[in-house]
């Protein structure tokens, strides 16, 4: 398994732009696939974002598509989340998680065994 810790969480107002990074310490990083996921009080943990292991490929939640973008650095065992265009519901608690699949792509909490401590994001509007 790998260790993850989350950082760059923090206030901003909506419409504002907020980048997650998430730094990983293990063996075979560049053979996980990485998430980013969130939780709202009150709710349930919710996917936000994966980049497959090996070709980069990357899939969304529709509420953050085309203003998020997740990205990773495999020199830099890192994974980011860049957040766009920023509104009040994205107001969470983000983490990033790690997992293995024989599929490229997976997005169910269950599917990955490492996860990070979170970081807090709040979206004022």
């Known amino acids: 398994q790998v260790q993850l810790v989350e950082s760059g969480g923090g206030l901003v107002q909506a419409g504002g732009s907020l980048r997650l990074s998430c730094a990983a310490s293990?063996?075979?990083?560049?053979?996980?696939?990485m998430g980013w996921f969130r939780q709202a009080p009150g709710k349930e943990r919710e996917f936000v974002a994966v980049?497959?292991?090996?070709?980069?490929?990357?899939h969304y939640a529709d509420s953050v598509k085309g203003r998020f973008t997740i990205s990773r650095d495999n020199a830099k065992n890192s994974i980011y989340l860049q957040m766009t265009n920023m509104k009040p519901e994205d107001t969470a608690v983000y983490y990033c998680?790690?997992?293995?699949?024989?599929?490229?792509?997976?997005?169910?909490?269950?599917?990955?065994?490492?996860w990070g401590q979170g970081t807090q994001v709040f979206v004022s509007s």
């Open positions: 293990g063996r075979s990083f560049s053979n996980y696939i």
């Open positions: 998680a790690a997992g293995n699949s024989p599929y490229s792509i997976i997005r169910h909490p269950a599917q990955f065994a490492s």
């Open positions: 980049i497959s292991a090996g070709a980069g490929i990357t």
